[in-house]
């Protein structure tokens, strides 16, 4: 461990972001670039952890750290922190390696008591300014340090602003503060069994503990689990003089980016308040004012700020999050950061700066994040469809979205996991929301700005959002929001369109999005650089279309059996497994047999040459078949209308035996997969003779046919072998032995018992490809039912940190992955060209396919609408595991 544990921001650059937090590291990198920065320091992470290990006990060497660090910042101020007649005062901010907005804590204006208010007073000659600036430490310490509801300080204010007759903060008179400081102190003794510290070391003390165990508050801990950011991080904490933006008419505080985080245009956006604190513009209690609006107001200043943040952009190369903060017509940066920005925007701008030649087309594949990318095909409102706006907001994060509206988080939960779709709906969001946010389709607020909390958690998140609905009335306590006359109640269905600020009432209509310019020069980028092929999971023709528009390089996995549950093909399918005999199942299989083979034609077509991947049937017969409990009902319903229906009762008695008959003890380890094929074998064998067929029809009309026939569930060579045989013969009677000598097909297996992989050299010499099918591989190596482990044990499993995540989601790289590196190992040194790639819903995700490359699969195949996203992660993985070696070319980091 680094010994050093504070450091003055004159001493720390950019690249020690890990030991002072990103916000220390930033404010350390602008404050050696000579930016206008108010001086402090930095505790690092490392100490942090240490308070942790200690049971939350500060370091006597820690303490002393920090006294020498603000005795040096005292120099540099010329002040003196608890001084009665001109005091220090401080910010107390939190400072995650990986950006966490709004999840952690943050204390303002604190070495303010009785003594020092007064002096500050004195000192500005503005006795209104410092009892508002006292009165914020109080609210704020009460909140962060002291752990009193938010609700008790903002009742207490509503209830004072009533009596004074007044509607805004900063009309209330310093006798009205002063009263409001005192109800405060109140508060905090009646809340907190203590009175507020007088003691400015003990506040600075408490308020440093404070930040350092926000890295364990619950939304903290949800914003991690979402995001995959490691617990053992840690916090920075940061601590500098403060500068107040609301001592006046000429001062003011705001957030600005440098450029658009919801569609990435090259344009200053921000909002700023004059007269405000920080915490006024990000907590959405005042609606701000669009940046541009600075050059009027302050031209000098906006000149500044313009100039600050282009040299901000191109120092760092991304688009930046400045916070700044004038003072007296003073421009003081407080921090810069990366921008947070929806996918759309995060496309948008990677793309742009590889035209600026700011950086290379690696670097911008680097820095789209994959896993919203999957949402960046945004619907939208179809606008052809009449529509009744009830009001207008600002059109904070894009996309469309309809669902019940609900005015508390807590309601949004429980009625997601009922499977209602959610639009939650807040006077503004806290990061208290933020499980409500999670589970909602989409979020509307009555207050804030462009860079309120709900904004910037949604765009993060790839959610809809419409902030600043100021003709909106929620009234939490009725359940309802109102505009004028109309009248909204929970429950009641809306529609958000986050890209114009709209809501409307009722459910409209939305409409798919197409993949933009950028997203398309992107994935060209990424497919030229990838080594991992990129496949889809498609049931059906259109399937099949829609994965060919978003760049499939084939079918990695057809599940024929999605091809049995339409209206018009189940009875057929439930009358071939209830046969009495094979002549009448037969006679059910012909009557499938054309069903399928013209869906496999349409496949191979649409795919023209690409492998089509078709998995014989795997599911239990049982599936297909009405349940038990639906049957007795049925008997029950017909008992109780009598009359002449015994015909009808004999009918469903004689069905309730045959589903009796077909119940297994666990049917997902029992007779489904290629055991259904030995014992029935004529249902494979129509299968099979439906590919062949779908195969010749396509060759006769000259489409190139890349045909690959799967079987599933094999757990013994001889089970391959016998199928195997069975679609030679059948191959050879409909194609004919000169087309198959052409070797338009190949037979494998989908390898998801483990004694599969543990055998898969004796697998090898009759498959001529392996696909690993991770859903079921995962459930037979963990020994979990995915229905009843998901529903029952799993999240508990992650939360207590007994599993890194849930093994359906991001592949077990270390049991069911060593399962896939042997059996492609193994597999491979029998025969060298074997293929292998996944096809379970691990495709998609980024982990697992850093994983197949790692482990040098062939492909990966995922759900269509996963595709740019697969495509863009096996780019990355290349790029991580040595791509620049080996690469042609590349654009110059300017």
């Given at each position: 461990?680094?010994?050093?544990?504070?450091?003055?921001?004159?001493?720390?650059?950019?690249?020690?972001?890990?030991?002072?937090?990103?916000?220390?590291?930033?404010?350390?990198?602008?404050?050696?670039?000579?930016?206008?920065?108010?001086?402090?320091?930095?505790?690092?992470?490392?100490?942090?952890?240490?308070?942790?290990?200690?049971?939350?006990?500060?370091?006597?060497?820690?303490?002393?750290?920090?006294?020498?660090?603000?005795?040096?910042?005292?120099?540099?101020?010329?002040?003196?922190?608890?001084?009665?007649?001109?005091?220090?005062?401080?910010?107390?901010?939190?400072?995650?390696?990986?950006?966490?907005?709004?999840?952690?804590?943050?204390?303002?204006?604190?070495?303010?008591?009785?003594?020092?208010?007064?002096?500050?007073?004195?000192?500005?000659?503005?006795?209104?300014?410092?009892?508002?600036?006292?009165?914020?430490?109080?609210?704020?310490?009460?909140?962060?340090?002291?752990?009193?509801?938010?609700?008790?300080?903002?009742?207490?204010?509503?209830?004072?602003?009533?009596e004074e007759g007044v509607s805004q903060d900063q009309d209330l008179t310093p006798d009205a503060l002063l009263r409001l400081i005192a109800d405060f102190k109140h508060c905090i003794q009646l809340q907190a069994g203590r009175p507020f510290p007088q003691d400015v070391r003990e506040q600075l003390t408490l308020a440093v503990e404070a930040v350092f165990q926000s890295w364990n508050n619950s939304r903290a801990k949800i914003y991690r689990k979402i995001n995959r950011i490691p617990d053992d991080q840690g916090t920075a904490v940061n601590i500098q003089s403060m500068v107040f933006g609301n001592r006046g008419q000429d001062c003011g505080t705001g957030v600005v980016f440098t450029r658009n985080p919801s569609t990435g245009a090259t344009e200053l956006f921000g909002e700023y308040l004059i007269n405000a604190q920080g915490e006024d513009v990000v907590a959405g209690t005042r609606t701000p004012q669009p940046v541009a609006s600075l050059s009027d107001e302050m031209p000098a200043v906006f000149e500044q700020l313009v100039r600050l943040a282009k040299q901000l952009e191109q120092h760092y190369r991304d688009m930046q999050d400045i916070e700044f903060t004038v003072e007296q017509g003073r421009l003081y940066i407080l921090q810069t950061r990366n921008g947070k920005r929806n996918a759309q925007a995060a496309v948008t701008i990677a793309a742009n700066l590889v035209k600026e030649g700011t950086i290379a087309k690696e670097d911008a594949l680097q820095r789209i994040e994959v896993s919203h990318l999957d949402k960046l095909l945004h619907r939208g409102i179809d606008e052809s469809v009449a529509t009744e706006v009830f009001a207008i907001g600002l059109p904070a994060s894009p996309g469309a979205a309809v669902g019940q509206v609900a005015f508390d988080a807590d309601v949004a939960m429980e009625w997601s996991q009922a499977g209602k779709k959610v639009i939650l709906a807040r006077p503004e969001t806290t990061p208290e929301d933020i499980q409500g946010v999670l589970v909602s389709e989409g979020i509307i607020t009555s207050r804030g700005g462009m860079t309120s909390h709900a904004a910037v958690v949604a765009r993060g998140m790839g959610k809809p959002c419409v902030c600043g609905c100021e003709t909106i009335k929620i009234d939490e306590e009725q359940r309802q929001m109102s505009v004028g006359s109309r009248l909204v109640q929970e429950g009641d269905w809306i529609t958000i369109d986050g890209a114009s600020g709209r809501v409307i009432i009722g459910e409209v209509p939305l409409r798919e999005a197409e993949i933009t310019e950028e997203l398309s020069e992107l994935l060209e980028w990424a497919d030229s650089i990838r080594k991992l092929k990129v496949r889809a999971n498609a049931d059906n023709p259109h399937d099949a279309s829609v994965a060919k528009q978003f760049g499939a390089e084939g079918i990695g996995l057809c599940r024929t059996e999605h091809m049995f549950f339409s209206a018009e093909r189940l009875p057929v399918v439930q009358r071939m497994i209830l046969a009495d005999d094979i002549e009448e199942r037969h006679q059910a299989l012909e009557q499938l047999l054309p069903m399928q083979q013209a869906d496999f034609e349409a496949m191979l077509t649409n795919m023209d040459g690409h492998p089509v991947n078709i998995r014989l049937l795997d599911p239990p017969l049982h599936e297909f078949l009405p349940k038990e409990k639906e049957l007795r009902k049925k008997l029950d319903d017909l008992d109780r209308a009598g009359g002449d229906n015994e015909s009808e009762k004999k009918a469903v008695l004689s069905l309730i035996r045959k589903v009796q008959a077909l119940e297994e003890v666990n049917p997902m380890l029992g007779q489904r997969g290629c055991r259904l094929g030995i014992v029935y074998p004529e249902i494979y064998d129509m299968q099979i003779e439906a590919i062949f067929r779908a195969a010749s029809r396509c060759i006769d009309k000259g489409t190139k046919v890349t045909l690959e026939i799967m079987v599933p569930l094999v757990g013994h060579v001889n089970e391959l072998a016998m199928l195997r045989e069975r679609i030679d013969t059948i191959?050879?009677?409909?194609?004919?032995?000169?087309?198959?000598?052409?070797?338009?097909?190949?037979?494998?297996?989908?390898?998801?018992?483990?004694?599969?992989?543990?055998?898969?050299?004796?697998?090898?010499?009759?498959?001529?490809?392996?696909?690993?099918?991770?859903?079921?591989?995962?459930?037979?190596?963990?020994?979990?039912?995915?229905?009843?482990?998901?529903?029952?044990?799993?999240?508990?499993?992650v939360d207590q940190k007994i599993l890194p995540h849930n093994p359906f989601q991001v592949l077990d790289t270390e049991g069911v992955g060593l399962l896939i590196e042997w059996a492609t190992t193994s597999g491979r040194s029998i025969k060298p060209n074997l293929k292998t790639g996944i096809c379970g819903e691990h495709g998609g995700d980024k982990d697992s396919i850093f994983f197949c490359h790692r482990t040098g699969l062939d492909y990966v195949s995922c759900s269509p609408f996963r595709l740019p996203m697969a495509r863009i992660a096996a780019a990355q993985a290349a790029i991580a595991y040595g791509y620049e070696k080996t690469m042609k070319s590349s654009l110059p980091i300017s």
């Open positions: 461990m680094n010994n050093k544990q504070v450091f003055d921001f004159q001493e720390g650059n950019a690249g020690m972001k890990t030991l002072l937090g990103g916000k220390g590291a930033h404010l350390a990198e602008m404050t050696r670039a000579g930016l206008p920065v108010p001086p402090g320091f930095t505790i690092s992470t490392e100490a942090c952890l240490s308070y942790f290990k200690a049971d939350n006990r500060m370091s006597d060497e820690l303490q002393s750290e920090i006294v020498a660090a603000l005795h040096r910042l005292e120099t540099l101020k010329g002040q003196k922190f608890g001084n009665p007649a001109d005091p220090l005062l401080v910010s107390v901010r939190s400072g995650s390696v990986t950006s966490m907005p709004g999840m952690m804590d943050t204390i303002l204006n604190l070495g303010l008591n009785d003594e020092t208010v007064e002096g500050l007073a004195a000192k500005t000659n503005n006795a209104r300014f410092a009892y508002d600036c006292y009165r914020r430490l109080l609210q704020m310490f009460g909140n962060v340090v002291l752990d009193i509801g938010g609700h008790h300080f903002e009742k207490i204010v509503h209830r004072l602003k009533q191959g050879e009677r409909i194609l004919g032995r000169e087309i198959l000598e052409r070797g338009i097909y190949q037979v494998g297996t989908m390898i998801e018992v483990p004694r599969a992989a543990l055998t898969a050299a004796q697998i090898a010499p009759i498959a001529d490809f392996f696909s690993f099918g991770t859903n079921d591989l995962t459930q037979m190596t963990f020994g979990y039912s995915r229905d009843d482990a998901e529903g029952k044990f799993l999240s508990h499993y």
